[in-house]
T-cell receptor, first 117, second 110 residues
């Protein structure tokens, strides 16, 4: 029944490691997103992706890369993890066709709390 | 790019009172303004949204107003209940770019 799911829910790892977070949506949406929420609860978009284009927030380090094996999945790969990457990462999806990217309700996953030690 | 400011950062009200959260945005091209509620340990969930061709929208105890000239919009919650306690985020969006406010932690005291 879960609309947007993420795995794992918690991820603890050491600096320098490479890790991935998986996201799946069963809503049939055409667009998916990754957000980072820091300790002060500030939500910042990292990527917007549909089958036509990938929009990258210019402040996101290139150690972060989204990978979409199909329309229902958008995984987040992070290389050479740093302490500052510790945060909660949210995946979201929306149906943008006919409205435009970013102009429709977004459905968020439950989040993945990443802790880098 | 768009810049969204949200006030207050924390808000405490007595059950039954009203709560108002205000946001301003910088880009006059923004045309979609959603409000999200985030409960502890969960992802944000849309509670109401408004588009730039509408000045006000209401859904039961929740209402949003938009003043395009002044570039500000507000969330109004009436008859607050303890279950309204959460962090609320406003956002402003133009095509390809949605920016969130910093959030308001609302506490409703029984």
């Amino acid at each position: 029944d879960t609309a947007v799911s993420q795995t794992p829910k918690y991820l603890v790892t050491q600096m320098g490691n490479d890790k991935s977070i998986k996201c799946e949506q069963n809503l049939g949406h055409d667009t998916m997103y990754w957000y980072k929420q820091d300790s002060k609860k500030f939500l910042k978009i990292m990527f917007s992706y549909n089958n036509k284009e990938l929009i990258i927030n210019e402040t996101v380090p290139n150690r972060f890369s989204p990978k979409s094996p199909d329309k229902a999945h958008l995984n987040l790969h992070i290389n050479s993890l740093e302490l500052g990457d510790s945060a909660v990462y949210f995946c979201a999806s929306s149906q943008e066709m006919g409205t435009g990217l970013g102009l429709s309700e977004q459905y968020f996953g439950p989040g993945t709390r990443l802790t880098v030690t | 790019g768009e810049n969204v400011e949200q006030h207050p950062s924390t808000l405490s009200v007595q059950e039954g009172d009203s709560a108002v959260i205000k946001c301003t945005y910088s880009d006059s091209a923004s045309n979609y303004f959603p409000w999200y509620k985030q409960e502890l340990g969960k992802g944000p969930q849309l509670i109401i949204d408004i588009r730039s061709n509408v000045g006000e929208k209401k859904d039961q105890r929740i209402a949003v107003t938009l003043n395009k000239t002044a570039k500000h919009f507000s969330l109004h919650i009436t008859e607050t209940q303890p279950e309204d306690s959460a962090v609320y985020f406003c956002a402003a969006s133009i095509i390809g770019d949605m920016r969130f406010g910093a959030g308001t932690r609302l506490t409703v005291k029984p």
